[in-house]
């Protein structure tokens, strides 16, 4: 994994910001302007809002991008004859690391590590998803989701409020390339989030999904119904991911309710 200011280099990473600002000048400058005035009260409100949306939109992705996931502690596993456990969950031992890492973690071949309650290494941010980062990055994806549904309804609205001469054929493929863009960018990151949340409210990560699907296919097959030890009801799932204080759920920066992220609380069902 590279350094901060390398990941920021990437290009994946310069993609995704010159992306944001597209679409926010378009947005703003150009069907914002068109639909209603900037001058307008309602204009400027809306304005206001959607310079807000994509303000902490590029903020939870910059926090994303810098926030280390979470590596292993030195001091964790040293005992290789006494592998760790955390409440009955016995840690698994990385051959690739040599050493036990904490339940939840995985190693990241792009990382060359193992990451602390990892998610999936996004090649978007050009860093792991895991334990010290997906709350940054599940805020990112909210308010990217929001922006991008704002910014098609705005760009409806203008299409359908106004007369526009689409005669011109520089005018009509800019037109044609914004909604595709902005219709594309709706679904797709409006489907990240879903499956988010699904994620989220089950205290699940992507790889422990995909290692649940057997687990479910065998407990349904002998009668049995499969629960992920580690879902303790959506509103401590959201408190355990998000923080205590509802306050600061969609502050990209409150993460002082995170831990050494080696041990996590399992449910009794």
């Known amino acids: 994994m590279g350094g901060k200011k390398g990941r920021f280099l990437s290009l994946p990473v310069l993609a995704v910001i010159s992306l944001i600002g597209f679409v926010y000048y378009t947005t703003v400058f150009v069907f914002v302007e ?64 040599s050493t036990y890492k904490p339940p939840r973690s995985h190693h990241c071949r792009a990382c060359k590590r193992c990451v602390l309650k990892m998610d999936h290494h996004c090649v978007w941010i050009s860093n792991c998803i895991g334990y010290g980062n997906y709350k940054p990055f599940i805020i990112s994806v909210l308010y990217a989701a929001t922006g991008s549904i704002y910014s098609m309804v705005i760009f409806v609205s203008s299409i359908l409020q106004n007369d526009h001469d689409f005669s011109r054929t520089s005018h009509k493929l800019f037109y044609v390339l914004c909604g595709f863009v902005m219709i594309g960018l709706s679904l797709t990151i409006g489907t990240l989030l879903g ?14 999904y995909r290692e649940a699907v057997r687990a479910m296919w065998l407990a349904r097959k002998s009668g049995q119904k499969y629960h992920h030890r580690f879902d303790l009801g959506v509103y401590k799932n959201l408190s355990q991911i998000l923080g205590p204080n509802m306050l600061k759920w969609l502050c990209p920066i409150a993460l002082g309710h995170l831990k050494d992220g080696t041990e996590f609380p399992i449910s009794n069902d």
């Open 34 to 97: 068109d639909w209603l005035g900037l001058s307008t009260y309602l204009g400027f409100l809306n304005y206001l809002i959607y310079s807000w949306v994509a303000f902490m939109s590029l903020l939870s992705f910059f926090v994303a991008v810098i926030k280390d996931p979470g590596g292993v502690p030195t001091s964790f596993a040293l005992d290789s004859e006494n592998p760790p456990k955390n409440q009955g969950v016995t840690s698994r031992y990385c051959d690739k690391c």
């Open 195 to 208: 499956w988010h949340i699904y994620l989220l409210t089950h205290n699940m990560t992507t790889i422990e």
